[in-house]
C-alpha cells in the first residue's frame, strides 16, 4: 500500500527498512531510480544486505546504519517512507529531521498504532495530509498516509485527529478502520473517567470524542 503512493521517478529512503524489500521493490519496478534504506540495529541491515544482492540492485540501494532520519541527508532522498512503527515513534522521527520541513519532500507513514500522533504533528508542524488509505491483510487493517510541507499551521478540530481523512474516504475499509480504533478511543474514556490522575488524557479524548459524535449527528441530520 505504502509503495502505491510514492511519487515515480522520484529518490526514496524507507526507514527501519529490515529486510529491504520495499525499496528493492520500488527499484525493480521502475518506480523510484535509487534509494536509501536505513535502519537502527545492524542485524536488519545485514538482512537488507542479503536482500539487494539478491534482487541484483545493490548498486541502487544504499544500506545507512541511522537512527530515524538522523543519519540520512536531506539531497539523498524525496520519497520518505517510515512504516511499521508506532504513532508517538513515527512523529518522534519526523520532528528530529528539519530538513523535511520542504515541499518538494513527500512523508509517507503507516502507524501501527495512534495514528492520532502521526496527524497532530503534521497538523501541528505546517504539513498538509493529503490522502489517508486503509487496506485489509490476513484479517488486519492497516493505515498509510501522505503528506508534505506547506508551512501553514492549520487549527484542527479536536476529533479530526482520530478521524484523518477516514470519513470523507466513503470506502468500507476505511469505514471499519476508524469505528475499531474509534472503540478503542471510547474503552479508554471509559476507563478513566473519575479519576484525577488521568484528568489531562480524559479532558482531551472527551472533547475529541464529542467532536466526532457531533460530525455524525450532522451526516444524520
Request: glycine share 10%.
Amino acid at each position: 500500500m505504502a509503495a502505491d503512493m510514492v511519487r515515480r521517478g522520484r529518490t526514496v529512503c524507507d526507514v527501519g527498512t529490515d529486510h529491504a524489500y520495499l525499496p528493492s521493490y520500488l527499484i525493480l519496478n521502475g518506480i523510484s531510480p535509487r534509494a536509501v534504506a536505513g535502519d537502527i540495529g545492524e542485524g536488519p541491515l545485514k538482512n537488507a544486505a542479503k536482500s539487494v544482492k539478491i534482487y541484483g540492485v545493490e548498486e541502487k540501494v544504499k544500506l545507512r546504519l541511522s537512527d530515524g532520519l538522523d543519519n540520512i541527508g536531506e539531497d539523498e532522498a524525496d520519497e520518505i517512507i517510515i512504516c511499521g512503527m508506532g504513532g508517538n515513534l513515527i512523529a518522534d522521527i519526523l520532528s528530529r529531521a528539519e530538513w523535511l520541513r520542504n515541499p518538494d519532500k513527500h512523508i509517507i507513514a503507516q502507524p501501527m498504532s495512534h495514528a492520532e500522533d502521526v496527524r497532530r504533528f503534521l497538523c501541528e508542524n505546517g504539513f498538509e495530509i493529503e490522502e489517508e488509505r486503509v487496506c485489509e491483510d490476513d484479517g488486519r487493517l492497516y493505515l498509510a498516509l501522505s503528506a508534505y510541507y506547506t508551512g501553514e499551521k492549520k487549527e484542527y478540530s479536536p476529533g479530526f485527529y482520530y478521524r484523518g481523512l477516514l470519513l470523507k474516504n466513503g470506502d468500507a475499509l476505511s469505514k471499519k478502520y476508524f469505528e475499531k480504533h474509534y472503540t478503542r478511543v471510547k474503552k479508554r474514556i471509559a476507563g478513566i473517567e473519575g479519576k484525577d490522575a488521568f484528568l489531562e488524557e480524559y479532558t482531551a479524548l472527551k472533547a475529541a470524542a464529542d467532536d466526532i459524535e457531533k460530525e455524525f449527528e450532522n451526516a444524520e441530520s
